[in-house]
């Protein structure tokens, strides 16, 4: 079965610089929800959207923004990067009608020098 | 506002011990929970999904119920072995949008 794709798997960046994450829903699928997690801590949402439109912001420094594109497909941007953006940095997608259902992807591991 | 909270934060059982994990939540007007798996420095995996409308789900050695009306949810691993040695984490819908709020996670170490 088709799962969520996350590219690069791994990402390393200087301090300043900037950062472009994707992720690659389910087919069928039109929900797509970013989360960071830092060393030693559980995941946060920054942000999701739904049907290519925003539909929740969570803690999401103002440095970061996202959309998604009319394949469904997201991006996350990352500029003004700090040291402590590293972290992984988790997508999800989630079936039509069914938000509370997420499928997660392998994940990026970001590291910021 | 959803708050997930986990104890115990980490457990060291030896192997082929029975074992709950705890997890509970304050919004009690939730769709589902659901339980992870996550290995050091690696992805989240799935286990099992708890809908509402459900009392309790099973994946092999893996059991996992759901009290509403209690806020909370445990997930019972039968005959520990030491393949299990993992961070295992629940989380439950915020809102109808469906954002995650995660717990603290309890890390688990099964001893041969």
């Known amino acids: 079965a088709a799962g969520v794709i996350q590219s690069p798997r791994h990402l390393i960046k200087e301090k300043r610089e900037t950062a472009t994450l994707k992720c690659y829903p389910i087919?069928?699928?039109?929900?797509v929800y970013w989360y960071q997690q830092g060393p030693g801590q559980d995941p946060q949402f920054l942000i999701s959207f739904y049907e290519k439109m925003q539909s929740d912001k969570g803690s999401i420094p103002d440095r970061f923004s996202a959309q998604q594109f009319s394949d469904y497909h997201s991006e996350l941007n990352m500029s003004s990067l700090e040291l402590g953006d590293s972290a992984l940095y988790f997508c999800?997608?989630?079936?039509?009608?069914?938000?509370?259902?997420?499928?997660f992807g392998p994940g990026t591991r970001l590291t910021v020098t | 506002k959803q708050e997930v909270t986990q104890i115990p934060a980490a457990l060291s059982v030896p192997e082929g011990e029975n074992l709950v994990l705890n997890c509970s939540f304050t919004d009690s007007a939730i769709y589902n929970l659901q339980w992870f798996r996550q290995d050091p420095g690696k992805g989240l995996t799935s286990l099992l999904l708890?809908?509402?409308?459900?009392r309790e789900q099973t994946s092999g050695r893996l059991n996992a119920s759901l009290d509403k009306s209690s806020g909370r949810s445990t997930l019972y691993i039968a005959a520990s072995q030491p393949g299990d040695s993992a961070t295992y984490l629940c989380?439950?819908?915020?809102?109808?949008?469906?954002?995650?709020?995660f717990g603290q996670g309890t890390t688990l170490q099964v001893k041969p």
């Open positions: 708890i809908q509402s409308s459900q």
């Open positions: 087919p069928r699928h039109d929900t």
């Open positions: 989380a439950a819908p915020s809102s109808n949008t469906g954002k995650l709020i």
């Open positions: 999800a997608s989630s079936p039509l009608g069914r938000p509370n259902e997420q499928y």
